[in-house]
Each structure stands twice: as structure tokens, then as C-alpha cells.
């Protein structure tokens, strides 16, 4: 980072309601501390919560105790296989007599072709003596460091088999959750029942309540941390690569040392889980602190060097036979595509648990996947047709052949001739584009963006460009590219510490001190993770929420380069705080949230009647709601479905998904106790809902934040009638899935929470699309007036100034 920002460290207060004193820090190796009597008193005063937290919402995404432990269990076995195995593979296989060059006894091939001359497996594998005998000290070294390494694996196992079994008793004592019910539960409905039994047994002492933050603060403290460091662009690095360009190097192997070197290791700026240490909260310490951690960077680089060759030889034999089984049946799912972990951390909100990211990036998979498809190179199409043409006709041949007489294929090498044809097929066919596709870039990324909900601003009416590709490429990579990567990880992590990484470590002290704030009752977190609009949101995000604001107003001519540093970019804060009161209905926002969220869904009613009360019809076309509305009902008849209804007015449930509910709770329900709520939740009979572990936000909203439910009381609007031509009839009668008197339809219709994730997204882009618009429409006036007072600056220079680029007719 440029900026040195000299901020002091200081404690936030809870918000409302929330008293209690600051967690002090304890020394203690006990994880949680167990009370030998039953009941309330077990998990009282849990020291760690921050690991319980974490287990306790995997132990959930997961499926319990069994499905946990034996997918431990199995990548233990897995372990041994692969170097058993590899170790059979090179010193226990006769390859001369397996590819019949010898005869088993020792004696040269010849030309038998009785049955009874044919190899067995059993006479190609040397017997157990002479292969141990076959070993050499390497191989040794190999299987000494890998049982080592097993040992420590098998240890961790245990202690975690230990520690789950806590967890699934906390499950099904505490929570009253069985393990079958797992699946059958949001990750909202047991967030819910702990924060009622934090009021029962007071698992955190230092405060009586635990808000839904608070829980996310825990399970996600340092993920917040990396995905503000990568908005802030200080991780991962940037490299230049010849005849490819810039391009973003970030490997899991990469990701794991940068971890250990930043928040869990034995020498992280961390004290335990819950604490920076005192000294990075020291502006007097900084450059010490730098010094020592680009030592230790070092430190760790070295080591990846000295390990590089046992972590390689891994790399491959893990790929190999993890990925071989997979290329040989589908070739072509090298050409598909993955989320890159760069991607993964680029597109992540701040306070976003992972089921969240994975639900949001799967829904995005199709339209990205279509996206990247459009670039089609014509050369490499010509060329792949013709190498498609010669490769399948040579397959066909050797197939007829085969069909027609199968001794054909005890022919030499026709197998594996087959064999390499069909995977040549199915990797040239990847490079013949669908003739039945339609070019719609545009259309495609605004689909994209309403599911990951950031993309730079500059990609805007340029997603046609080649440049733009390229750039959505790093986010979006091959799977080959993928695997490429990990097998080089292994090399290139240690250049990369040592010359890359090692540079910055001034850098991260110092957003270390400047970013991180003290919850009481939660501990030191990144300040980017609390959400706060008035600190770290971006002008542009927020100037449009305020009524009756000119565009003088809108310059940020006040601030200095520590507000601007300050600043969360591509409006990460204003996106992840609609993306997390949308999650968590229930959360109590602090006043500067309340005010923008509120704030939204003001300006969105204000926008569906239209600009002016006389004329609404005149501003269609530039109406950030309308475009918003008719971005999102182009998603999918389901979301359409749920647009219309929110603008056609249905009455009653019939209009509206069964699960979603107008009306508060009743009274009776709010004076139950939580073990009364708990009790009838278990025993309320109801269809089985399967597969809700994964589910984002509650299945029940009684909210005033969903910004459909918000436009839902704006009925009968124009706007409305504009986008569906509802004029005269409902909804209904254009859009599949609503039925005034038949039952909604599941399938069609997506959830409520996902919907409103959508549109909000898209309506904050176009708000602050519009804003930046008029900020540069003012620029572009106060220049025009100043060039045409000045007879130094010609007019025709006016664009460079603006847009800050050199020329060299400047004087």
C-alpha cells in the first residue's frame, strides 16, 4: 500500500444492548473447559471460541460426526495407498515380462501366441524378498518422511475425533439436533438456537448476548483479513509474465504459507486466535516488526526450497492418480472451467461463510461458463475441425476393425492408438464454438454480476472486448490451468516469498494496526469486517442514497489520503452489509447501517414511481430500478416470477411463496421460552426438507430489509406496468409460476433471499454507475469553464486532464 495511514489502535464499544468488559486473552492449552456436571454448567465459559465456533459450522456443512471422521479415516488410507503403490509401481513390477520383451523365467521374448503362453499379473510382480531388496536408500528417505508425515496426520486425526465428539454432543444435547436432522436444518436455524443457548449457559462470559456478527467475527476472523488484503490489492502478487502478460499467482500450496506466515503459525502477529499482539498496534514498532517478519518470510521461503522436491514428487503422484481416471472417461474437462482461488477471495463479502460463496458462485458458474465461450479464435476453429476430421476418421477405422474381428486388438499399441485418437476428438472439439450460439456479452456479464456482486467498473459496456476476457480469465480459469499451477506451486512458492511477498511485509504491519479493531466480547478483528459505511464505504456507493444532493456535493474534496485509504474498493462494505442483513434478518444493524440499507429501500420506492409524480413515464430509460428489475427477470422464469409478483400486487399467500411471511410472529411466540421453542421445533410435523445445509439465509422472513418485499407495498406502479405489461392483468397471465389460485411452484421460482441479493446488487451498481457518471459530468464542466478562461490549456487537451493522462502538447 502507498499510504501509511497513522490511525491509533482502538476498542469498539458493543452496539446496542451488548455491555460486558474485554475478553482477556488466556495462556491455557485446555480448548474449552467441561465442568463435570450435566446440564447448563457443561459449556459454560468456552475459552476458544473462536475454534468451537469454526468446528461446530463444519461439523454442520459436513453431516456430522460419522461422515466427518470417516473422510479422515479415508484420506488416512488414501495416504497409505498412494505410496505403497507408487512404491509397487517402481520396484515390484517386471516391466519386461509385463510388456512380454522376457518370458518369466528370465528368457527372451519370442512370437508364442498359444493361450498358454500368455502373461499373467502374477508373473510380472517380483516376489516380496527380492523387491525390498530392490529398494534403494532414496526410497527409503521417500517412505521414512512419508510415515513421519502419516504419524502426524493419524495424531491430528485423533485429537480432532476427540474434539468432534464434543461437538456432536453439544449438537444433540444443547441444540437438541441429531445428526439425521443435519440436513434438515439452515445454517440460521442453528446460528438461532446457539445464540439461545449462549443466554441459557453463557458459553462467552464476557457478554450475555451474541449477535449474529459476533458468531461470524469467530468463525471468520482471519478470512475477513485475507479477502481485505486482496481488495486492497496487497495479496496476492501480481506477475509479469513474457509474451502472457500480468497475471495473479495464487496456489493453495502459496495460500497455506502465506496462512502460516500471517495468522496461525508460531510467529504470526497473532497471540492466540481472538488477539494481535500488543506490538503491531505500535506505530513506534513498526519497521522492527517489518524487519522480523520479512525474516521469517525468508525463513519459510528457504524451507519450501529445501522441501521442493518431496513436495513436487507429491504434487504429481496425487494428481496422477486423483485426475487420470477422470481425463481418461471425459478428456474434454480440461477445457472447462473453475473458480480460481484468486477469484474465490476477489468475489468474497466480508462476514460471507463458505456455503454462502459456493452457492453464489455456482449459480454464476452457467453464465460465466457461456461468457467465456463466445471468444472463439476462427484460426484455432479451422484448425480444430481439421485435426477433429483426421483423428475421428483414423478412431473410426481402428473401431470397425475392432467390431468386425476383435483379434484386432491384440494388435500392438491399437489400444493405445484408440485411446490418444478419442482424447485428440474431445480436445479439439472444445475449440469448435456451439453454431447455435448468440453473442450477448453484455447480457451474459450482467448475469454474472448479479450472482458474484463485484466486477471492476471499468468491464462496463466493454465485456465485448478481448481485454475484458482476458482480465475475467484470472477469476475464471481452465481447469488445465488450474492443475498447472499446483504442479508448479511447488517451484514457484519459494520465489515468490522470498522476492515478491518479502518486499511487503511494511506494508502488512501496517495494515495490520491500521485495520484492526477490538470488539469486546469478540476480540481484535479487521475493521473492513465491520461493515461501517461512514469509514471504510466509497462516496460513490452512497452520495445517490441522499436525496437532493448536487453533484458539488458529491466531491470527495475533503478527504485526505487516509480517508481515501481507508476505503474498501468496488463497494465491498455497501455490498457486504445488504449481503449480510439479507442472511441474518434478524441482525440489530448500528445506526450507520440502518441509515444506508434504509436509505436503499427508500430511493428504490422513490424509483419505482419515478422521477417526477407528474411525469413518471418520461425516465424509463434512465431509471437505475428499471434496468435493475429487468437485469434480474432476465435471470430466469423463476426470478421473473418473483419480480412481477413484488410489482403486480397479488393478494393473499397465493402470490407470494408459502414460506415467506408479511406478518410478524405472534405474541404467544415470542413469550415462549428458547427450550420451549426448541421442543416444539423438533416435534412440529412437516415435510422433510433435505439438502438445507447449504441453504443462504433463513427459509422464513418476516424482514422489512428485502428490498421486493419493500417494492411489494408500491403496487400498480407504471414502472411496474412498463417492465411485465401488467396494465389490466396480473402477473399470472404472463409469467409461469404464479397462480392467484394454485399452489407456487418450487422448482421455478428461486428463493426470496437470492432474489433480493440479485437486485440489490444490480441496483447498486446502477446507483453508483449513475453517480460516477455525474461526478465526471461536473469534472468535465468546471474543466471546460477553466480551459476556456485560461489561454494556456487548449479545449482539445480537456479529455487528458480529465481522465489524468499525459500529452505531450501540454506546456
Given at each position: 500500500?502507498?499510504?501509511?495511514?497513522?490511525?491509533?489502535?482502538?476498542?469498539?464499544?458493543?452496539?446496542?444492548?451488548?455491555?460486558?468488559?474485554?475478553?482477556?486473552?488466556?495462556?491455557?492449552?485446555?480448548?474449552?473447559?467441561?465442568?463435570?456436571?450435566?446440564?447448563?454448567?457443561?459449556?459454560?465459559?468456552?475459552?476458544?471460541?473462536?475454534?468451537?465456533?469454526?468446528?461446530?459450522?463444519?461439523?454442520?456443512?459436513?453431516?456430522?460426526?460419522?461422515?466427518?471422521?470417516?473422510?479422515?479415516?479415508?484420506?488416512?488410507?488414501?495416504?497409505?495407498?498412494?505410496?505403497?503403490?507408487?512404491?509397487?509401481?517402481?520396484?515390484?513390477?517386471?516391466?519386461?515380462?509385463?510388456?512380454?520383451?522376457?518370458?518369466?523365467?528370465?528368457?527372451?521374448?519370442?512370437?508364442?501366441?498359444?493361450?498358454?503362453?500368455?502373461?499373467?499379473?502374477?508373473?510380472?510382480?517380483?516376489?516380496?524378498?527380492?523387491?525390498?531388496?530392490?529398494?534403494?536408500?532414496?526410497?527409503?528417505?521417500?517412505?521414512?518422511?512419508?510415515?513421519?508425515?502419516?504419524?502426524?496426520?493419524?495424531?491430528?486425526?485423533?485429537?480432532?475425533?476427540?474434539?468432534?465428539?464434543?461437538?456432536?454432543?453439544?449438537?444433540?444435547?444443547?441444540?437438541?439436533?441429531?445428526?439425521?436432522?443435519?440436513?434438515?436444518?439452515?445454517?440460521?436455524?442453528?446460528?438461532?438456537?446457539?445464540?439461545?443457548?449462549?443466554?441459557?449457559?453463557?458459553?462467552?462470559?464476557?457478554?450475555?448476548?451474541?449477535?449474529?456478527?459476533?458468531?461470524?467475527?469467530?468463525?471468520?476472523?482471519?478470512?475477513?483479513?485475507?479477502?481485505?488484503?486482496?481488495?486492497?490489492?496487497?495479496?496476492p502478487v501480481k506477475v509479469k509474465v513474457p509474451?502472457?502478460?500480468?497475471?495473479?499467482?495464487?496456489?493453495?500450496?502459496?495460500?497455506?504459507?502465506?496462512?502460516?506466515?500471517?495468522?496461525?503459525?508460531?510467529?504470526?502477529?497473532?497471540?492466540?486466535?481472538?488477539?494481535?499482539?500488543?506490538?503491531?498496534?505500535?506505530?513506534?514498532?513498526?519497521?522492527?516488526?517489518?524487519?522480523?517478519?520479512?525474516?521469517?518470510?525468508?525463513?519459510?521461503?528457504?524451507?519450501?526450497?529445501?522441501?521442493?522436491?518431496?513436495?513436487?514428487?507429491?504434487?504429481?503422484?496425487?494428481?496422477?492418480?486423483?485426475?487420470?481416471?477422470?481425463?481418461?472417461?471425459?478428456?474434454?474437462?480440461?477445457?472447462?472451467?473453475?473458480?480460481?482461488?484468486?477469484?474465490?477471495?476477489?468475489?468474497?463479502?466480508?462476514?460471507?461463510?463458505?456455503?454462502?460463496?459456493?452457492?453464489?458462485?455456482?449459480?454464476?458458474?452457467?453464465?460465466?461458463?457461456?461468457?467465456?465461450?463466445?471468444?472463439?479464435?476462427?484460426?484455432?476453429?479451422?484448425?480444430?475441425?481439421?485435426?477433429?476430421?483426421?483423428?475421428?476418421?483414423?478412431?473410426?477405422?481402428?473401431?470397425?476393425?475392432?467390431?468386425?474381428?476383435?483379434?484386432?486388438?491384440?494388435?500392438?499399441?491399437?489400444?493405445?492408438?484408440?485411446?490418444?485418437?478419442?482424447?485428440?476428438?474431445?480436445?479439439?472439439?472444445?475449440?469448435?464454438?456451439?453454431?447455435?450460439?448468440?453473442?450477448?456479452?453484455?447480457?451474459?456479464?450482467?448475469?454474472?454480476?448479479?450472482?458474484?456482486?463485484?466486477?471492476?467498473?471499468?468491464?462496463?459496456?466493454?465485456?465485448?472486448?478481448?481485454?475484458?476476457?482476458?482480465?475475467?480469465?484470472?477469476?475464471?480459469?481452465?481447469?488445465?490451468?488450474?492443475?498447472?499451477?499446483?504442479?508448479?506451486?511447488?517451484?514457484?512458492?519459494?520465489?515468490?516469498?522470498?522476492?515478491?511477498?518479502?518486499?511487503?511485509?511494511?506494508?502488512?504491519?501496517?495494515?495490520?494496526?491500521?485495520?484492526?479493531?477490538?470488539?469486546?466480547?469478540?476480540?481484535?478483528?479487521?475493521?473492513?469486517?465491520?461493515?461501517?459505511?461512514?469509514?471504510?464505504?466509497?462516496?460513490?456507493?452512497?452520495?445517490?442514497?441522499?436525496?437532493?444532493?448536487?453533484?458539488?456535493?458529491?466531491?470527495?474534496?475533503?478527504?485526505?489520503?487516509?480517508?481515501?485509504?481507508?476505503?474498501?474498493?468496488?463497494?465491498?462494505?455497501?455490498?457486504?452489509?445488504?449481503?449480510?442483513?439479507?442472511?441474518n434478518p434478524e441482525w440489530r444493524m448500528p445506526?450507520?447501517?440502518?441509515?444506508?440499507?434504509?436509505?436503499?429501500?427508500?430511493?428504490?420506492?422513490?424509483?419505482?414511481?419515478?422521477?417526477?409524480?407528474?411525469?413518471?413515464?418520461?425516465?424509463?430509460?434512465?431509471?437505475?430500478?428499471?434496468?435493475?428489475?429487468?437485469?434480474?427477470?432476465?435471470?430466469?422464469?423463476?426470478?421473473?416470477?418473483?419480480?412481477?409478483?413484488?410489482?403486480?400486487?397479488?393478494?393473499?399467500?397465493?402470490?407470494?411463496?408459502?414460506?415467506?411471511?408479511?406478518?410478524?410472529?405472534?405474541?404467544?411466540?415470542?413469550?415462549?421460552?428458547?427450550?420451549?421453542?426448541?421442543?416444539?421445533?423438533?416435534?412440529?410435523?412437516?415435510?422433510?426438507?433435505?439438502?438445507?445445509?447449504?441453504?443462504?439465509?433463513?427459509?422464513?422472513?418476516?424482514?422489512?430489509?428485502?428490498?421486493?418485499?419493500?417494492?411489494?407495498?408500491?403496487?400498480?406502479?407504471?414502472?411496474?406496468?412498463?417492465?411485465?405489461?401488467?396494465?389490466?392483468?396480473?402477473?399470472?397471465?404472463?409469467?409461469?409460476?404464479?397462480?392467484?389460485?394454485?399452489?407456487?411452484?418450487?422448482?421455478?421460482?428461486?428463493?426470496?433471499?437470492?432474489?433480493?441479493?440479485?437486485l440489490g446488487t444490480l441496483y447498486l451498481h446502477?446507483?453508483?454507475?449513475?453517480?460516477?457518471?455525474?461526478?465526471?459530468?461536473?469534472?468535465?464542466?468546471?474543466?471546460?469553464?477553466?480551459?476556456?478562461?485560461?489561454?494556456?490549456?487548449?479545449?482539445?487537451?480537456?479529455?487528458?486532464?480529465?481522465?489524468?493522462?499525459?500529452?505531450?502538447?501540454?506546456?
Open positions: 500500500m502507498s499510504t501509511t495511514l497513522e490511525t491509533s489502535y482502538q476498542p469498539i464499544q458493543p452496539f446496542s444492548g451488548d455491555l460486558g468488559e474485554e475478553e482477556t486473552p488466556q495462556d491455557s492449552g485446555v480448548v474449552i473447559h467441561v465442568v463435570p456436571e450435566s446440564g447448563k454448567a457443561r459449556w459454560n465459559h468456552i475459552e476458544d471460541l473462536d475454534s468451537f465456533f469454526a468446528r461446530m459450522y463444519h461439523y454442520h456443512q459436513k453431516h456430522g460426526f460419522v461422515c466427518m471422521m470417516l473422510q479422515e479415516i479415508l484420506e488416512l488410507l488414501q495416504f497409505i495407498f498412494i505410496v505403497v503403490f507408487t512404491t509397487f509401481l517402481m520396484h515390484c513390477v517386471d516391466y519386461q515380462v509385463l510388456f512380454r520383451n522376457e518370458k518369466p523365467g528370465g528368457k527372451k521374448g519370442g512370437d508364442d501366441s498359444g493361450s498358454g503362453n500368455k502373461v499373467s499379473l502374477a508373473d510380472a510382480v517380483i516376489p516380496a524378498g527380492e523387491c525390498l531388496a530392490n529398494l534403494d536408500g532414496v526410497t527409503w528417505i521417500c517412505i521414512l518422511v512419508a510415515f513421519i508425515f502419516w504419524v502426524l496426520r493419524a495424531i491430528k486425526v485423533l485429537y480432532h475425533l476427540f474434539q468432534f465428539w464434543e461437538i456432536k454432543s453439544f449438537f444433540n444435547t444443547a441444540l437438541k439436533i441429531d445428526d439425521v436432522d443435519l440436513d434438515n436444518l439452515t445454517w440460521h436455524e442453528v446460528q438461532k438456537r446457539v445464540r439461545e443457548v449462549q443466554l441459557e449457559q453463557q458459553m462467552c462470559i464476557h457478554k450475555q448476548d451474541l449477535s449474529e456478527l459476533d458468531i461470524y467475527h469467530r468463525i471468520l476472523r482471519f478470512k475477513n483479513y485475507m479477502v481485505a488484503m486482496v481488495n486492497k490489492s496487497l495479496l509474451y502472457i502478460g500480468e497475471t495473479v499467482f495464487l496456489t493453495r500450496g502459496l495460500k497455506y504459507n502465506i496462512e502460516l506466515l500471517l495468522f496461525w503459525g508460531p510467529w504470526s502477529p497473532f497471540e492466540n486466535n481472538w488477539h494481535l499482539r500488543e506490538d503491531f498496534k505500535k506505530v513506534v514498532k513498526r519497521k522492527e516488526l517489518a524487519r522480523r517478519l520479512s525474516k521469517q518470510i525468508l525463513w519459510v521461503g528457504v524451507a519450501n526450497l529445501i522441501l521442493c522436491p518431496i513436495i513436487l514428487l507429491w504434487q504429481i503422484l496425487f494428481s496422477f492418480f486423483n485426475y487420470a481416471e477422470v481425463i481418461k472417461r471425459e478428456p474434454s474437462s480440461l477445457g472447462s472451467r473453475c473458480w480460481s482461488l484468486y477469484g474465490r477471495l476477489y468475489l468474497r463479502h466480508f462476514n460471507e461463510l463458505d456455503h454462502e460463496l459456493n452457492a453464489r458462485l455456482n449459480r454464476a458458474y452457467r453464465p460465466a461458463s457461456k461468457y467465456m465461450a463466445i471468444f472463439t479464435s476462427p484460426i484455432m476453429t479451422v484448425i480444430a475441425k481439421n485435426v477433429t476430421f483426421f483423428a475421428g476418421a483414423q478412431m473410426a477405422v481402428l473401431i470397425l476393425l475392432s467390431v468386425y474381428d476383435e483379434d484386432v486388438l491384440t494388435v500392438e499399441h491399437v489400444l493405445t492408438a484408440i485411446t490418444v485418437l478419442g482424447v485428440i476428438v474431445a480436445i479439439s472439439r472444445a475449440f469448435i464454438p456451439d453454431e447455435n450460439m448468440v453473442w450477448c456479452p453484455e447480457s451474459l456479464m450482467t448475469a454474472v454480476l448479479a450472482h458474484t456482486h463485484y466486477l471492476p467498473d471499468g468491464w462496463r459496456g466493454r465485456a465485448h472486448t478481448s481485454t475484458v476476457r482476458s482480465q475475467f480469465s484470472q477469476l475464471f480459469q481452465y481447469k488445465a490451468v488450474y492443475l498447472l499451477e499446483e504442479l508448479l506451486s511447488p517451484l514457484l512458492t519459494p520465489f515468490i516469498l522470498c522476492f515478491h511477498i518479502r518486499k511487503r511485509a511494511l506494508d502488512i504491519v501496517d495494515f495490520y494496526r491500521n485495520f484492526t479493531v477490538e470488539v469486546v466480547g469478540v476480540g481484535d478483528v479487521c475493521s473492513f469486517a465491520q461493515m461501517d459505511v461512514r469509514r471504510h464505504g466509497q462516496p460513490t456507493w452512497q452520495t445517490p442514497l441522499l436525496p437532493q444532493q448536487t453533484p458539488a456535493d458529491n466531491q470527495p474534496h475533503s478527504e485526505g489520503d487516509d480517508q481515501l485509504a481507508a476505503m474498501a474498493e468496488n463497494g465491498k462494505t455497501e455490498l457486504s452489509l445488504v449481503h449480510f442483513t439479507l442472511t445506526p450507520g447501517a440502518e441509515d444506508f440499507v434504509e436509505a436503499l429501500r427508500r430511493q428504490a420506492r422513490r424509483d419505482v414511481v419515478g422521477e417526477g409524480a407528474a411525469s413518471p413515464w418520461l425516465h424509463l430509460h434512465t431509471n437505475p430500478l428499471y434496468s435493475s428489475l429487468h437485469s434480474v427477470s432476465s435471470l430466469g422464469v423463476g426470478y421473473g416470477s418473483l419480480v412481477a409478483s413484488a410489482l403486480g400486487g397479488l393478494p393473499g399467500p397465493s402470490g407470494w411463496p408459502p414460506h415467506v411471511s408479511f406478518a410478524p410472529q405472534s405474541e404467544s411466540s415470542d413469550r415462549m421460552s428458547p427450550r420451549q421453542r426448541n421442543t416444539s421445533t423438533s416435534h412440529t410435523q412437516g415435510p422433510v426438507r433435505k439438502g438445507l445445509s447449504r441453504t443462504e439465509g433463513p427459509l422464513q422472513s418476516s424482514d422489512g430489509r428485502s428490498l421486493l418485499l419493500s417494492l411489494h407495498q408500491v403496487r400498480g406502479t407504471p414502472l411496474a406496468q412498463s417492465v411485465y405489461g401488467l396494465e389490466g392483468s396480473s402477473p399470472s397471465a404472463i409469467i409461469p409460476g404464479l397462480s392467484p389460485q394454485g399452489p407456487w411452484i418450487p422448482e421455478v421460482v428461486p428463493e426470496l433471499t437470492v432474489a433480493d441479493m440479485s446502477e446507483l453508483h454507475h449513475r453517480q460516477v457518471c455525474l461526478a465526471l459530468s461536473y469534472a468535465y464542466t468546471t474543466l471546460k469553464d477553466l480551459c476556456m478562461l485560461s489561454e494556456e490549456i487548449p479545449f482539445s487537451l480537456m479529455p487528458h486532464l480529465l481522465l489524468g493522462e499525459p500529452s505531450t502538447g501540454l506546456p
